[in-house]
């Protein structure tokens, strides 16, 4: 079973109804010509080599040779499913995004989870961050939200990812060890890069093996910028609230189902979703006016910190339903592609270090991952919204173009034309938002981007008895595997600026000297000054 939400249909599901390849009982080849033998290869004679000229023993097979494309280079197993998402109440005071202008007005979606560190292949239930992608098939185009279920990350500035994901991948010699992190290069990078401080403290807590999908919060990290019809923005930080409540597994429990059922979260959703039991999320967002955005004792454009709800509530705006599984993993969930930098009029990006080099890495991977510059025309990633450029041809190519592909263009041909001048958001045409950009070209971090410890505890200090139990023993089981004494001895002198107890705990579980309590109280100690020269010398 698919699970399809009986009865409803929308505009995605509509169009992709066009797509859907029913099976039928006569086989062809991919020329439609009716195959009589499927079983034996032409052969000269009884026991004789197998002929060339056999075109349907070489379509089968070249196929079949074909058939896998690379996984994603992070992210690679996840599941997906399609729903919708509607708004509570008009939000036009803040955006012109045209799926966020009216209560109830549904908009088709498509959200994939996935974990981030293992193979298309491994557990569910690791401890890893989970993607939590939405993509909004708007009447202005495609809107994706590609966020995480923590509200953080582990670095500030996207130059860091190739080393991070290096870092957490598996060792590069044997390919050891999958699914959890606790190696010896992981904890290296994270002690060397202090700014990962607060994510680790995520990551090590229970929100790191969720227990369901369904049970798990989302969010966009990145602050975002809305935009009005009379083009005022506003600072803008998403969330995601799952309806069920958060919900996460133990470590035992986790390590079991990995055992037991490697698809423990994908198995759980497909079948909530084919039983009718449809999960639900609420949109929330925390709205900072421009006036506001140095308000803060840390940097909003840093994405190594949350916007505290005491400071700014989270307002929800909407809510979202998944209510269909998809017909074909591979042509849906496998093949669909969320980029940071498919946005619509109304909502737009800020300077997040993050962010801007997010927008530069998803396309460019995904023009190898799926083939060339045609994957947005696949069912799965095809916007309901019209399309209409002068792109022409590449691999892959779908559509039988007409026309002249070139502006300007006096001599007519079909050959689409730009809004022009005039044209504005209100009238559902991207136009950027205008700010001054203005600086030396420098590469340096902004002083407001240093403090990496201060909500590192916040967290921790919000945390009850238990939870810190479960943050102690996660940071003990992953370091105690850490086989270089000074990579834990590194990370417990990080941990000390969060926290003397915790570091103390840690130590004491993993055979390292606990460390005196830092001068200052801890989390606002400026970083240790750990350059690779001294380290090298050291
Ligand atoms: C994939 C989230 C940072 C590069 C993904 C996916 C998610 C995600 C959810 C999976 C999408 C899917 O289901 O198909 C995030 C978040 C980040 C972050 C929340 C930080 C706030 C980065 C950075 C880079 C990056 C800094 C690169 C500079 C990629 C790439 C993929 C990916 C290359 C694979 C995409 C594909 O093959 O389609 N990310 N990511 N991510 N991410 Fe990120």
Request: aromatic content about 10%.
């Amino acid at each position: 079973t698919t699970g399809s939400g009986a009865g409803r249909e929308d505009e995605k599901d509509r169009q992709l109804e066009e797509f859907r390849d029913p099976p039928k009982p006569s086989l062809t080849t991919d020329q439609g010509v009716r195959v009589d033998d499927t079983d034996n290869a032409l052969r000269a004679g009884d026991r004789g080599p197998t002929l060339l000229e056999d075109f349907h023993f070489r379509e089968k097979v070249t196929h079949f040779d074909h058939e896998r494309i690379p996984e994603r280079v992070v992210h690679a197993r996840g599941s997906g499913a399609y729903g919708f998402f509607e708004p509570y109440a008009s939000l036009a005071e803040y955006t012109c995004a045209d799926f966020l202008q009216e209560a109830g007005r549904r908009t088709p979606v498509f959200v994939r989870f996935s974990t981030v560190q293992g193979p298309r292949g491994s557990a569910d239930t690791v401890r890893d961050v989970r993607g939590f992608a939405t993509k909004f098939y708007t009447r202005h185009g495609n809107y994706d939200l590609v966020g995480n279920n923590f509200p953080v990350f582990f670095i500030q500035d996207a130059i860091k990812f190739p080393d991070f994901v290096h870092a957490v991948k598996m060792e590069p010699q044997n390919e050891m060890p999958t699914g959890a992190s606790a190696h010896d290069t992981f904890w290296d990078f994270c002690g060397l890069q202090p700014e990962t401080t607060h994510m680790l403290m995520w990551l090590m807590s229970d929100r790191a093996i969720p227990r369901s999908f369904r049970m798990m919060q989302g969010f966009g990290v990145h602050t975002f910028r809305f935009v009005n019809a009379e083009g005022r923005g506003t600072l803008v930080k998403f969330h995601w609230k799952p309806r069920l409540g958060v919900a996460s597994l133990v470590w035992d429990e986790a390590q079991i189902a990995a055992g037991r059922d490697p698809d423990f979260n994908r198995r759980d959703l497909w079948e909530a979703i084919a039983a009718g039991d449809y999960p639900e999320w609420e949109l929330g967002v925390q709205l900072v006016p421009e006036e506001d955005e140095f308000a803060f004792d840390f940097d909003l454009l840093d994405s190594t910190k949350i916007i505290p709800e005491e400071q700014v509530p989270v307002r929800p705006i909407g809510r979202m339903v998944l209510d269909r599984n998809p017909q074909n993993f591979f042509a849906e969930t496998e093949q669909v592609a969320f980029h940071t930098a498919n946005i619509v009029p109304g909502i737009d990006f800020t300077n997040d270090p993050l962010l801007q080099g997010r927008n530069f890495s998803y396309l460019d991977t995904q023009l190898i991952r799926l083939g060339g510059p045609n994957f947005s025309q696949l069912p799965v990633n095809r916007p309901v919204a019209e399309v209409s450029s002068n792109h022409r041809d590449g691999y892959g190519q779908q559509v039988i173009q007409s026309g002249t592909s070139y502006f300007p263009n006096s001599l007519g041909g079909g050959c689409p034309a730009h809004a022009g001048a005039g044209a504005d958001l209100a009238a559902g045409v991207f136009t950027h938002y205008q700010r001054r950009v203005d600086g030396d070209a420098i590469r340096r971090r902004s002083d407001s981007f240093q403090d990496h410890y201060s909500q590192a505890t916040l967290f921790w200090n919000s945390m009850s008895d238990w939870e810190r139990q479960h943050i102690v023993a996660a940071f003990r089981f992953e370091l105690g595997k850490v086989e270089n004494v000074p990579v834990r001895e590194r990370m417990v002198e990080n941990l000390n600026h969060v926290d003397h107890g915790l570091a103390t705990a840690v130590a004491e579980g993993i055979g390292v000297t606990p460390p005196a309590k830092p001068a200052g109280g801890g989390h606002n100690a400026a970083s240790p000054a750990l350059s690779q020269a001294n380290l090298l010398a050291g």
